[in-house]
């Protein structure tokens, strides 16, 4: 797995979600987004983003996203986060 292309990916993946609101973000707690993609280069990746309140319901969710290829790398896979406050600013 090309490191670089995959951080690219899941970076475009969480950009998307940096546009959303708070409240659109609470949904993510309840069910996690899983996009099935495949990269230019061919590589077919598994990309899954799910929220968690940071420290207490209501207050700023954590935004965390995972990449793997399916290979080995399904069991450590690639992962970046942010966090948003209530009033739609990050972290």
């Given amino acids: 797995m090309d490191r670089n292309e995959a951080h690219e990916l899941l970076r475009q993946q969480l950009d998307r979600h ?8 609470e949904s993510l707690i309840a069910e996690p987004e899983v996009v099935e993609l495949v990269s230019p280069s061919g590589t077919r990746f598994c990309i899954e983003v799910l929220a968690v309140w940071d420290s207490q319901a209501g207050g700023d969710i954590r935004v965390i996203g995972a990449i793997d290829d399916g290979g ?4 450590k ?3 970046d986060d942010f966090i948003m406050r209530p009033d739609g600013s990050l972290v």
């Fill in 77 to 79: 896979p690639l992962s």
């Fill in 18 to 25: 940096r546009t959303r609101s708070h409240r659109e973000l």
């Fill in 72 to 75: 080995w790398r399904a069991f």
